[in-house]
């Protein structure tokens, strides 16, 4: 899935964002970040979800996701 997702994300069919919640469901944390400071210098709607998003919550406690929910306009993770 993840490998279509990349190819699609290349033609416009899938947004960063969308990358981002699926390597946050697989666990890479860098990639996930990465997509999501795509997501948010391309300014994709769906990042008004990342605080909330169950797919990253394993990404709650990294400095450079709390800063990234900070950037986005949204109230920092307590």
Do not use: I, W
């Amino acid at each position: 899935m993840l490998e279509v997702q990349k190819k699609r994300y290349t033609e416009h069919g899938v947004t960063a964002y969308e990358l981002a919640e699926t390597e946050g469901l697989l666990g890479d944390k860098a990639a996930a970040l990465q997509y999501l400071r795509l997501s948010l210098a391309q300014n994709e709607s769906r990042l008004a979800t990342v605080r909330t998003s169950s797919c990253f919550r394993s990404l709650h406690s990294d400095p450079e996701f709390r800063q990234l929910v900070v950037d986005t306009g949204l109230p920092p993770l307590t």
